[in-house]
């Protein structure tokens, strides 16, 4: 009936190999198979991986994880700061339900600073329908449109030909109409969809 716990641990190391081992591994953040061949090699042959591994336990440096310093996360800045007035502007499809023939685009402008939100449904995805969006969008808005932000699709730009890049002419319908109504226009750049991410979060909801 008496304990079996043993009285004496059962290693080869002396406390000042271990000591030296413990140093060791906080200071080189090896594993422990490296630090095995190390130990063996300059202090003691006889050096078993399980003694070792119990020994780095002991001395709270079992985990090499938890000693290696975590990389600082970037910080993020603050969002800078817009007046009303900053449009963002995406085109998402809608799926098409069992009562319809045809498929349907939402048209959704948000501002930046306020987060009044103007949709429209068309069934095409034209840059006629992005004109008459445009149209409706400041007829509507309650604020003084500054700006408009989209990204480099037909219905908005002729700034991608294929799959080239180029410069906007500035001949296109919508921009036309951006010119008409004192309004400036920019692009995201190409593939990059988290520049108009605020749109893209509200199309997600």
């Given amino acids: 009936d008496l304990s079996h716990t043993p009285h004496r641990l059962q290693t080869t190391l002396t406390p000042a190999q271990e000591a030296v081992a413990v140093a060791l591994r906080k200071t080189l953040l090896v594993?422990?198979?490296?630090?095995?061949?190390?130990?063996?090699?300059?202090?003691?042959?006889?050096a078993s991986r399980s003694g070792l591994d119990r020994c780095l336990r002991r001395h709270g440096v079992g985990n090499l994880r938890d000693l290696k310093a975590e990389v600082?996360?970037?910080?993020?800045?603050a969002f800078k700061a817009y007046e009303p007035g900053y449009i963002h502007i995406d085109v998402k499809y809608l799926p098409q339900m069992a009562d319809e023939t045809a498929r349907r685009y939402l048209f959704v402008a948000i501002d930046r600073a306020t987060?009044?939100?103007?949709?429209?449904?068309?069934?095409?995805r034209t840059a006629a329908n992005?004109?008459?969006?445009?149209?409706?969008?400041?007829?509507?808005?309650?604020?003084?449109?500054?700006?408009?932000?989209?990204?480099?699709?037909k219905e908005f730009t002729d700034r991608l030909f294929g799959l080239r890049k180029r410069a906007a002419t500035g001949a296109h319908e919508f921009d036309?109409?951006?010119?008409?109504?004192?309004?400036?226009?920019?692009?995201?750049?190409?593939?990059?969809p988290q520049t108009n991410g605020m749109v893209e979060r509200f199309n997600g909801r």
């Avoid at 600082?72 to 800045?77: G, L, T, Y």
């Avoid at 009044?116 to 068309?122: D, E």
């Avoid at 992005?130 to 990204?151: K, S, Y």
């Fill in 31 to 46: 594993s422990l198979d490296d630090l095995l061949a190390v130990v063996r090699e300059f202090l003691n042959p006889n």
């Fill in 72 to 77: 600082p996360r970037p910080k993020h800045s």
């Fill in 115 to 124: 987060r009044w939100v103007f949709i429209r449904i068309f069934e095409a």
């Fill in 130 to 153: 992005a004109r008459r969006f445009l149209r409706d969008l400041e007829r509507a808005c309650p604020l003084r449109i500054r700006t408009i932000l989209t990204d480099n699709g």
């Fill in 176 to 192: 036309t109409l951006c010119e008409a109504l004192d309004i400036e226009h920019r692009l995201t750049p190409p593939k990059s």
